[in-house]
């Protein structure tokens, strides 16, 4: 069997979805792709730092500093010292960032409504249960529990020939 149609197709609607709402994003003014998951980490885990999020999505620490730096400027989260160790610093979102939130969840629920229009709740029944089993086959004892940031961290040991846990089990 072919499966090159049907994963280009997974990229496709990857790369459509990502277009609609950056499209819809650019409706609320300074909000960007990439504070979502952020501002969105902030709201669950108030206190958290930099190295949390920088670990949880893979993305660099200087590009997590960069849009905390623009987030703080733009008074959508706050900075405070940590009380156990005052060299460290915890994260809350405000209520203007709150506000923010809302208004990117709700031009992101826009596209996916847009993406599953005319499908009806058994067929969207359907489509969970076909990721569930793809994410089964690929999933395995080693990656089930590991966050993005540790699987990409994997994917560049493993792209720079280094050796991994994975492979020394």
């Known amino acids: ?27 609320i003014q300074g909000a960007h792709l990439s504070q979502y998951p952020i501002l969105d980490y ?17 993305f660099s620490k200087a590009a997590v500093s960069k849009t905390i730096k623009k987030l703080i400027e733009s008074n959508l989260i706050k900075r405070e010292k940590n ?11 405000t209520e203007k960032g709150l506000n923010h939130l809302d208004k ?19 067929e969207i029944g359907q489509f969970n249960n076909f990721l569930d089993r793809l994410l089964e086959n690929l999933e395995t004892d080693y990656s089930r529990d590991k966050t993005p940031g540790l699987l990409m961290g994997e994917i560049k040991k493993l792209e720079s020939g280094e050796e991994t846990d994975e492979e020394d089990s």
């Open 83 to 93: 009380k156990q160790d005052f060299r460290q610093f915890d994260l809350f979102i």
């Open 1 to 27: 069997m072919d499966y090159k149609k049907t994963i280009y197709k997974f990229l496709r609607v990857h790369q459509l979805k990502r277009w609609h709402n950056v499209i819809n994003l650019r409706k």
């Open 104 to 122: 990117m969840k709700e031009a992101f629920y826009c596209c996916n409504v847009m993406m599953f229009k005319d499908f009806s709740e058994e």
């Open 42 to 58: 902030i709201k669950e885990y108030p206190g958290c730092m930099q190295k949390d999020i920088s670990d949880r999505f893979a």
